[in-house]
Nanobody
Framework: VQLVESGGGLVQLGGSLRLSCAASGFTFSSYWMHWVRQAPEKGLEWVSAIRGDGDSIYYAESMKGRLTISRDNAENTLYLQMNSLKREDTAVYYC????????????WGQGTQVTISS
């Protein structure tokens, strides 16, 4: 199993960014996938989740309205579109595979850094 995030970078306050997570080594469409982030000197924070078929989606309340999670099962890729970015969105963003569909993330990517500048 391999998960590789990309798309992070330095973005201005209020800007947008789309993160990608390329998955391999497993049947991607069979698994819930999550985005999780870690801000500097803070713990992990769950961001969003999407079911294997893409028909069930959840967002963290604090970020709802600014995010769109999606997936392309033909390309084995997970996405996170982030808009109206705030300083507090500065973090390393990870994608993770959910083994059971109940938040049991068993594989994680290496993360991609998102930094919001004013």
């Amino acid at each position: 199993v391999q998960l590789v995030e990309s798309g992070g970078g330095l973005v201005q306050l209020g800007g947008s960014l789309r993160l990608s997570c390329a998955a391999s080594g497993f049947t991607f469409s069979s698994y819930w996938m999550h985005w999780v982030r870690q801000a500097p000197e803070k713990g992990l924070e769950w961001v969003s989740a999407i079911r294997g078929d893409g028909d069930s989606i959840y967002y963290a309340e604090s970020m709802k309205g600014r995010l769109t999670i999606s997936r392309d099962n033909a390309e084995n890729t997970l996405y996170l579109q982030m808009n109206s970015l705030k300083r507090e969105d500065t973090a390393v963003y990870y994608c993770a595979r959910d083994l059971t569909g109940w938040g049991d993330d068993d594989y994680w990517g290496q993360g991609t850094q998102v930094t919001i500048s004013s």
